[in-house]
């Protein structure tokens, strides 16, 4: 059962990062079989964090998505991401 990482963040410095995150990440992505379904502005319709931006990542299964966060190779673009931006960043799914 496919299962999704969502992350919610607000830069704090600007956007000219994210052009090396993708980058970095889309081969990790692909590596770890995980397909980014949307990305986009965000709004809060109950009780949270006002977050500008989101992104909804898909993979197969818990350990693939697990597999791409802890994946030594995506430290460089996961440092890069929380170097500008506040968020949060959740897993859904069995």
């Known amino acids: 059962m496919p299962v999704y990482i969502i992350s919610l963040s607000s830069p704090t410095k600007g956007t000219a990062w994210r052009e090396e995150y993708y980058r970095l990440v889309t081969p990790?992505?692909?590596k770890?079989?995980?397909?980014?379904?949307?990305t986009g502005s965000v709004v809060n319709l109950e009780r949270g964090t006002d977050w500008q931006r989101g992104a909804v990542i898909e993979f197969p299964q818990r350990a693939d998505a697990l597999g791409f966060y802890s994946d030594p190779a995506y430290r460089p673009a996961k440092d890069l991401r929380l170097a500008h931006t506040d968020g949060e960043a959740y897993l859904i799914g069995d």
């Open 32 to 38: 770890h079989r995980g397909t980014i379904v949307r």
């Open 28 to 30: 990790l992505l692909a």
